[in-house]
């Protein structure tokens, strides 16, 4: 098959009213196969039976490291935005003194409280 | 002869006999899905050594959730969710990968190797289809790899993706057009 009929056979495949049994045959037909290579069956079973429990501990460590490392940010998100109201409920306002704690605060007690004078 | 007997066995016969710990039984589910998991694994992430790994994991994931499996649909549709999903995830992986550590874009870790190929036009028609694949969104790309390397319907794609129909069907059209814009260039 050529290119420019490739071409078309790909986009006509993506019709709501095409067949998609028959484009995919007329598809591989053209050459888009795709195998896993000689001796992937060996491997699968390979690992399965030697490596026993290891490897399915290993996926789901993986698995619940992403789950715990989603669960952490999604807290420490929360734990900000919560950390924001209170300075906003406390302080009254979200700048970067209020932040620091130093809302109320004059500029002279501050001088008073690092100097004593 | 062995062999022979595990060929004509059904689905929930080696499913049965795989649980009860018969690798031949599990070697014959391999052998007649393999092609099946690899359309969609390499459709969706490209022709490349990765594909083998994440393959394999399909696999082994299976085994380990083969007791999950009730029977209630076909085996080939519980094993085409874990390759949709496992292969989701990668393409996830990778885009987090690739925006944290790198400028260039991810498609260029893919080779095409499409070794088994006679003539240098198959391979070239690989090419294309791999190049255009990997060149959609994600989220079209996994309808159309359903579509067009697997030939199900719209139906059969939103029960293996949980979408409902009307999902699809949008996602088909949007991902059509988004074909030809890629094809033009290709």
């Known amino acids: 098959m050529k290119i420019p009929e490739l071409k078309d056979l790909i986009i006509r495949s993506l019709d709501k009213e095409s067949d998609p049994e028959k484009t995919s045959a007329r598809i591989e037909e053209a050459g888009v196969i795709w195998k896993f290579s000689e001796g992937f069956q060996d491997k699968v079973l390979e690992t399965i039976f030697s490596a026993g429990d290891s490897v399915v501990r290993k996926i789901e460590f993986v698995r619940n490291l992403n789950s715990v490392f989603y669960r952490i940010a999604i807290t420490g998100v929360a734990a900000i935005v919560l950390l924001m109201i209170s300075i906003f409920v406390i302080q009254g306002s979200l700048s970067f003194d209020s932040f620091l704690g130093l809302g109320d605060s004059y500029d002279e007690s501050i001088v008073y409280l690092l100097t004593g004078n | ?186």
């Open chain 2, 1 to 186: 002869m062995i062999r022979e007997s595990y060929r004509q066995k059904s689905e929930n016969e080696l499913v049965k006999a795989s649980l009860d710990g018969d690798k031949q039984a599990f070697s014959e589910i391999v052998s007649r899905y393999q092609n099946m998991v690899a359309r969609t694994v390499k459709g969706m992430l490209g022709d490349s050594v990765f594909s083998e790994d994440i393959g394999q994991d399909v696999f082994i994931k299976l085994y380990y959730s083969l007791s999950d499996f009730r029977g209630e649909a076909k085996l080939s549709t519980y094993i085409q969710k874990i390759a949709i999903n496992l292969t989701l995830n990668e393409i996830k992986r990778r885009k987090r990968f690739f925006s944290t550590f790198s400028q260039k874009g991810n498609s260029e870790m893919y080779e095409f190797e499409v070794a088994d190929n006679e003539t240098e036009g198959k391979k070239e028609a690989a090419e294309l289809v791999s190049k255009a694949l990997m060149s959609l969104n994600p989220k079209f790309r996994v309808i159309v790899a359903m579509r067009m390397l697997q030939g199900y319907s719209t139906k059969e794609t939103a029960e293996m993706l949980d979408l409902p129909l009307g999902t699809v069907l949008s996602r088909l059209s949007r991902a059509q057009e988004q074909m030809k814009n890629i094809l033009r260039k290709l």
